[in-house]
């Protein structure tokens, strides 16, 4: 084993350990704010990139491939980067306590990193004049003398700008300031790349970050919060195709003439790559509904997924060991592709947050792969944080809906029948309406209030319509919380995202575990669209599916009021026995066209 390999073997598990005591002490508040930030952080494949777009390759046959490929490589990650850090920014503005929103807007984070970038771009400039020989030309100076080392530092800077930005996540106090700190550690990795010593022209790269500023720009400004989802799988489709691409490169470039422990990292770099693409727009597509949410399977299919992974592997081990130039390179990045299709395609729609993180996972792997080709040791940390950051996020929304991940994958969960949704529907005892003139009654003798919101708040945008509820039971003296299961909605931090939007101080939602004894003391519970979240069989019925998933305990509440629009179950496809309890009254009807007839008729008792 080489020296640098082992180093690097190094880095990559010490910054795995160290991203996993950094990445679980993010509250569950600002999961989804983590998520894209990681994948904005991934985004480091742009320095890898940024070398294959510029390299000579003057006597490498048909070179303008290699100069194409990193084009593509610099394009897609410039767009992950721009994008990914904009959404995260735009998200974390959102999270604010009641006194910063009394307050106004805090302290402009843009401002101060404006100044660091100033003042380090000054003390840079003074650095290099008052060391450069007499009579040397700048450029030759710092083309020749400056830039080997200075990368060296740029790199080591930046990683630790990344550990801390990561860690700032740890807190929403903390969060903007961190990210604008991971933000600066990207931009001075970059521009430490481009006085790279391979790289001899700026065109391409100079193209290729313009688009990427321009659509990763536009993404991260514009896309709502509800598509961050979407956004986020996207973004690791381009992440994961800039790793394939510049693997794909370096193969052509070499032949494959390269070492046998370059070969491996270069086979992680484009299977992985090339699965996490493919994989990734599927779980964007679905998402999107573009393409059915329903899990899509055909007999055999496990077989069939099986056969066509043992005949990628067999490609990367053949590869290897005949270290030269053969199509089973370009046939092994095609299987690939088709891979990671089939991987993704038998998951439903609402198992797509699991697969996301975990495709986070991947795109971190294909990072650090990158890194171990061309021996960078900032891409070898940033692929092992990611890496880290998408397991561990996997791992804990898979133990909030206690399912494993192998049923996540391979259980083609998320089927739900007409059958069984007319079943589910048949009525198992009685079960109460309330009208929202009934409902403004009961709320005007309450004192304590708490709100569940889940999934068809989002589906319903009911988050604005909730807020101002909120805020017009507290200004009548009610005391409100929000009650917010870790896996509610859709993504994990889901409904904290969609109440921070709607302009909700983050001190009045509360996690699981801290609001569940405060349910015997409240007056009503409303559940805005949530459904499995609350349901009683998760504790009671041992044959059902969400048997053993910790819930929210509505039913300990004084008296509960179900938002929804009929009877149909929710993303478990299983029915719930909460609205047959005596205490529960069902509102039919759109959560937001409930909620706004619901103000109408307290503002008219008044
Ligand atoms: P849920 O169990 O899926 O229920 C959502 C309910 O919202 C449905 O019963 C639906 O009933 C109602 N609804 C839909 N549109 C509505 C509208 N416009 N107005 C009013 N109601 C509407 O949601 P949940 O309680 O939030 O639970 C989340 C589920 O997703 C859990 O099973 C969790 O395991 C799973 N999951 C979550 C994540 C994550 O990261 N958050 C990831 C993967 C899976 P109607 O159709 O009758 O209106």
């Known amino acids: 084993m080489t020296t640098e390999l082992e180093v690097g073997l190094y880095i990559f598990m010490l910054a795995g350990f160290l991203g996993y005591h950094i990445i679980t002490r993010v509250p569950p508040l600002l999961h989804t704010p983590l998520m894209s930030a990681t994948n904005a952080i991934a985004a480091i494949s742009l320095v890898g990139s940024l070398v294959v777009a510029g390299s000579d390759y003057s006597n490498v046959p048909n070179g303008w491939v290699c100069t194409l ?53 000054c003390v840079v400039a003074a650095i290099l004049y008052a060391t450069k020989p007499d009579g040397m030309a700048m450029g030759e100076y710092l083309h020749e003398h400056v830039a080997p080392d200075a ?22 106090k903390f969060a903007r300031r961190g990210m604008a700190l991971a933000a600066l550690g990207m931009f001075i990795a970059i ?50 195709l800039a790793a394939c691409l510049v693997g794909i490169s370096e193969y052509f470039r070499y032949q494959g003439a390269l070492s046998r422990v370059t070969l491996t990292a270069l086979d992680f770099e ?33 077989i069939f997924s099986m056969g066509l992974l043992a005949l990628i592997a067999g490609s990367a081990i053949y590869l290897v060991f005949s270290q030269a130039a053969t199509p089973f390179f370009y046939l092994m990045v095609l299987l ?19 697969v996301i993180a975990l495709l986070n996972s991947y795109g971190g792997l294909a990072d650090a792969a990158m890194g171990f080709v061309l021996m960078n040791k900032i891409q070898i940390i940033t692929g092992s944080l990611d890496g880290t950051s998408g397991f561990l996020l996997s791992l804990l929304m898979c133990r909030a809906m206690n399912r494993s991940a192998f049923n996540v994958l391979f259980g083609a969960f998320g ?62 003296g009610v005391e409100v919380k929000f009650a917010i299961h870790p896996v509610a909605g859709r993504m994990p931090g889901h409904m904290n995202v969609l109440l921070a939007e709607a302009n909700v101080p983050y001190e009045y939602l509360h996690e699981m575990e801290a609001v569940n004894p405060a349910f015997p003391q409240a007056d009503i519970v409303l559940v805005v669209g949530a459904n499995d979240v609350t349901n009683p069989a998760a504790k009671n019925n041992k044959s059902s599916p969400l048997y053993g998933m910790p819930i929210l305990e509505v ?20 029915d719930n026995d909460l609205y047959y309890n005596e205490k529960c009254m069902m509102l039919f009807g759109d959560a ?10 307290m503002k008219s008792l008044l």
């Open 69 to 121: 490929l990193g084009f593509a490589a610099v394009t897609c990650s410039a767009t992950n980067a721009f994008g990914g850090f904009l959404i995260t920014d735009r998200m974390l503005r959102m999270f604010k306590t009641a006194e910063e929103r009394a307050r106004g807007t805090r302290r402009p984070v843009e401002l101060q990193a404006f100044g660091g970038v100033l003042a380090l771009v």
């Open 592 to 601: 937001k066209d409930s909620i706004t007839k619901l103000i109408t008729e």
């Open 415 to 476: 089927t739900v029948s007409e059958e069984d949704a007319a079943a589910a529907a048949e009525a198992k005892g009685t079960v109460r309406s309330i009208t929202p003139e009934e409902t403004a009654v009961l709320f005007e003798t309450s004192r304590e209030i708490i709100v569940v919101p889940g999934y068809g708040m989002a589906v319903a945008q009911a988050q604005h319509a909730v807020a101002e509820l909120a805020k017009i039971l507290r200004e009548r």
């Open 336 to 354: 690939s592709f088709v891979f990671g299709l089939l991987l993704v395609i038998p998951i439903g729609a609402a198992d797509m947050p699991v």
């Open 555 to 574: 039913d300990r509440a004084k008296s509960i009021i179900v938002l929804k629009r009929s009877m149909r179950p929710g993303f478990a496809g299983v």
């Open 151 to 172: 990368l060296r530092y740029c790199y080591i800077i930046s990683a630790a700008m990344f550990v801390l930005g990561l860690k700032g996540l740890s807190s929403p």
């Open 270 to 302: 484009v299977v992985i790559g090339a699965l996490t693409f493919t994989g990734s727009l599927i779980a964007a597509a679905k998402l999107q509904e573009l393409l059915p949410g329903r899990p899509i399977t055909y007999r055999g299919q496990n």
């Open 191 to 240: 521009v430490g790349t481009l006085f790279h010593p391979h790289i001899v022209t700026y065109r391409w790269i100079g193209l290729g970050l313009l688009i990427g500023a321009v659509v990763g720009g536009g993404m991260g400004l514009r896309i709502p919060m509800t598509a961050v989802p979407q956004r986020t799988a996207l973004s690791h489709s381009l992440g994961a």
